[in-house]
């Protein structure tokens, strides 16, 4: 069997007399392991227990963290929740990121899943290492382990001074079988020394410093550099390029045609639709590969999707919205009826456009393909679906696939999609036998991207005499083909305020889209939350009632839920809202913001919006300013959410919030994508534009902390800003947001 890095690293950590161990619950495996397509591999086996710690002779601790990390924290996170039960002193901890490697259970980033997912198990795999170490203990001095308690790497005897490091332990600890999950004791929360407590991240002093950690980073002797040329217009295929000439150029090495796996574009539907046609060019730089690639003569097939464009899409939708629906979400009561009846009525049009994911690295990947077998060193977030989507499209078995987890300069969901290593597998198999770096460049990062569907809603809404909402339709134009959505582009039924609302109907139609869609930061949510808290606001203005109040209103009003099934059990229709929860968020950033108690400042106005999402619960309020040229100016943000019990790495998680405010602010002013004949019109940052480090306001960050497990906080702060601030918007001009982004509409930044 050939010796790996690893598998060298676990014999010599247990030869020099050191320890590997690790324990994970198998139930929380599945519930972690990424969901498969038809025909794709099995859930995997329960995890070899000598898995996430690493104690070598001198004492030191290495701690594996499994997930890919994208800048969410997850490096810090996952071996914090380890440590606090392994009883280690966090500062001496080392971190080792884990390759793609089915010991370790599910590996994926995404859904800010990490913290539900791993509050348990990871806690276990240290638990388990304490039992185990303890138990060396005893044996050592001959008594029950009972009798003894571990603190700080060490393990002490209860009635004396005596005591052993874990250095010294963990030879006999690593012969020793692993407890039984229902054997073991979590800490309680009153006794975290690192949970809870904030945390500087552990590649921080790397970065800081501008050492080389990032995918675009990584280098191997003798690497080649890859530029791919692919049409402009999704699905192109190409019918000649000038590749000959191209090999003539200084530096290159290789120029060829990759024919492609994407299937003849009807509406792109698939989630991966397969590997992109283009003209690889292979040099000794990548300055050399992308010179070449400027002096590339190709004829395009375009197909049928250079027939697409956004002014075709709108007006397509506004021909929808004349028409009936083409299908019926949700209809509760009457709602035709109830406007008719209603005191008062608002009608209104609201948009948003495709975005890109944007992130600060351009999609990269390196490969090597050699005697048969592929190794990758990815910033994939979905690692097995990566491997699985190279074996497909390349032709190469899983098994026969490795990958090495890089760290991402920023990912928001574009490592989700594998298009990207699939190219550099590609690229790597013709060339062979040698290293070979794929890099993207910002245009083709921006211009290729799987981006955030964008969407039209026609809403219609009315309020009692009361200010009580008794009505509300939406017919809701997307994009796909049928009842069949392309990838994040739907809407759920029960979209609140469902369920809140007596006479509420959600309706749908579809229009084709042959462009690539996908998971951006906070997906559905980011978009949906911006028209559903805009219009309620709308409806508050038009009873003539306080917009926080409004909303607290409408929470605590009770929740229709669906009788039950002919076999007794809930509908789906069930509002996944839990007012319980959402409520009190609501209520102390009313409280926080000072709402309605404090005077502001001449011209300045607040905002207000909520949302539930990703398992997080937050509201948030904006205070802004807009000048008479619509010079726009945020200038607070006061964020509450409710995360459950445990806030794990409190400066991990307000940069978290921060970072999705600043997210959202920059998809509220400037971002959008827009296709012309096909074609993305937007190529770099100065037409997608960045919120500027001068733009961005003070942001305060509060947690709720409420009796339920802790949830992840990668997605669920961004939804609110937008609303809020649109929202504050209205408050200081009468002028009702209903299209985004800002500067579409004349609006700029203070």
Not at 14 to 40: C, K, S
Not at 79 to 87: F, N, S
Not at 181 to 191: G, I, M, P
Request: aromatic share 8%; charged share 20%.
């Amino acid at each position: 069997m050939p010796i790996t890095r690893r598998s060298f690293l676990s014999v010599t950590a247990l030869a020099g007399g050191g320890m590997m161990l690790g324990f994970v619950e198998p139930e929380a495996i599945a519930q972690q392991t990424a969901p498969q397509r038809p025909g794709g591999p099995p859930p995997q086996p329960p995890l070899d227990p000598r898995t996430f710690i690493k104690i070598a002779p001198d004492g030191t601790v290495t701690l594996i963290a499994r997930n890919p990390e994208i800048g969410q924290g997850i490096r810090n996170m996952l071996p914090m929740l380890i440590a606090e039960e392994l009883e280690i002193d966090w500062k001496t901890v080392k971190v080792e990121q884990a390759d793609l490697d089915a010991k370790y259970g599910g590996q994926m980033t995404g859904g800010s899943r990490a913290a539900s997912n791993n509050w348990v198990p990871m806690r276990q795999v240290g638990a388990a290492g304490r039992t185990m170490l303890i138990a060396a203990a005893a044996q050592a001095w001959g008594i029950k382990p009972e009798e003894c308690y571990a603190k700080n790497g060490r393990v002490y005897q209860r009635s004396t001074d005596k005591s052993l490091g874990y250095g010294e332990l963990a030879a006999k600890a690593a012969t020793m079988t692993p407890p039984d999950v229902s054997t073991l004791t979590l800490k309680e929360a009153n006794s975290f020394n690192i949970i809870g407590k904030p945390t500087l991240g552990v590649d921080v002093p790397d970065i800081v410093v501008g050492n080389p950690i990032f995918g675009m980073d990584f280098t191997l002797p003798g690497m080649l550099f890859a530029a791919y040329h692919k049409c402009p217009v999704f699905g192109g295929k190409v019918v000649s390029a000038n590749v000959d000439e191209i090999k003539k150029l200084p530096g290159i090495r290789h120029a060829f045609v990759i024919e492609g796996t994407v299937p003849a574009l009807g509406p792109v539907q698939d989630a991966e639709p397969g590997l992109e046609p283009g003209i690889a060019i292979v040099a000794d730089s990548w300055w050399q590969a992308q010179s070449a690639r400027k002096k590339l003569v190709v004829k395009w097939d375009e197909g049928p999707a250079a027939q697409q464009s956004s002014k075709g899409f709108a007006e397509k939708a506004d021909e929808f919205a004349k028409g009936k629906p083409q299908r019926t979400l949700k209809n509760d009561g009457d709602v035709d009826s109830a406007l008719k009846q209603a005191a008062k009525t608002v009608e209104a049009a609201y948009s948003y456009p495709f975005i890109s994911h944007a992130p600060l690295e351009p999609r990269n990947n390196t490969a090597l393909y050699k005697d048969g077998k592929l190794t990758l060193w990815s910033t994939t977030q979905l690692p097995a679906r990566a491997r699985q989507f190279v074996s497909k499209n390349v032709s190469i078995p899983e098994s026969d696939i490795t990958i090495h987890l890089l760290r991402a300069g920023g990912s928001f969901g574009r490592g989700l999609n594998s298009d990207y290593v699939g190219e550099a597998a590609a690229i790597a198999k013709h060339v062979g036998g040698v290293p070979v770096k794929l890099v993207w460049s910002r245009e083709d990062d921006m211009t290729h991207d799987y981006y955030r569907p964008g969407g039209f809603h026609y809403l219609k809404g009315g309020v009692d005499a009361s200010g009580k909402i008794v009505a509300w339709s939406n017919h809701f134009v997307s994009y796909g083909e049928g009842e069949k959505y392309a990838p994040t582009a739907g809407i759920s039924p029960l979209e609140f305020p469902a369920n809140f609302v007596p006479n509420f109907a959600m309706y749908s139609s579809n229009m084709p889209l042959m462009l690539k869609t996908g998971a951006l930061r906070a997906p559905t949510a980011n978009s949906q939350c911006f028209v559903m808290q805009s219009f309620i606001d709308e409806l508050a203005h038009a009873a003539g009632k306080d917009p926080m109040q409004f909303r607290l209103d409408l929470l605590s009003s009770t929740p229709k839920v669906a009788p039950p099934s002919a076999k007794g059990q809930p509908q789906a229709q069930m509002t996944p809202y839990n007012t319980s929860r959402m409520k009190p968020v609501v209520e102390m950033v009313a409280a926080q913001s000072g709402w309605g108690k404090r005077a502001l400042p001449k011209g300045h106005t607040l905002g207000v919006a909520f949302h539930y999402s990703f398992q997080g619960y937050f509201a948030h309020v904006a205070e802004v300013s807009v000048a008479a040229n619509k010079a726009l100016r945020v200038h607070k943000v006061w964020v509450v959410g409710d995360i459950g019990s445990q806030v794990i790495n409190p400066s991990g998680a307000e940069a978290q919030v921060q970072g999705g405010i600043i997210d959202g602010l920059s998809e509220l002013m400037h971002q959008e994508i827009t296709l012309e004949a096909g074609r993305v019109v937007q190529t770099n940052y100065n037409q997608h534009t960045l919120l500027s480090i001068r733009q961005t306001p003070e942001i305060e960050v509060h947690f709720l902390k409420t009796d339920n497990p802790p949830t992840g906080l990668g997605e669920p702060a961004l939804p609110p800003v937008i609303p809020a601030v649109t929202n504050a918007i209205f408050a200081a001009t009468g002028q009702r947001v209903r299209s985004i982004p800002l500067a579409t509409s004349g609006y700029r930044w203070a």
